[in-house]
């Protein structure tokens, strides 16, 4: 409710994110909601795990979010590629 996500919105609302990870560097904050990655309902943690080793096994380097503000819905697209 506090996001005005619709009624037929699910996500995850980002609660505690390291300064050094991926997600932060790409400007994602906590109180954040993750809508969506690779246009798949992000209900589920393990949706993120699965998509995240599929890119990677794919050789592909990135995901796309769909991340809900309070400003409204906007894609970001996150780097994971995998540097030695």
Known sequence: EEMNLGSSEVGMIITDLDTDSILYK???R?????????YKKLDKVNVLERELAE???????????????SNGTTFITVDVSEED
């Open 26 to 28: 790409e400007g994602l």
């Open 55 to 69: 890119a990677r096994s794919s050789k592909r380097d990135s995901l796309l979010m769909a991340v809900h503000t």
């Open 30 to 38: 906590e109180g954040m909601v993750i809508l969506d990655v690779n």
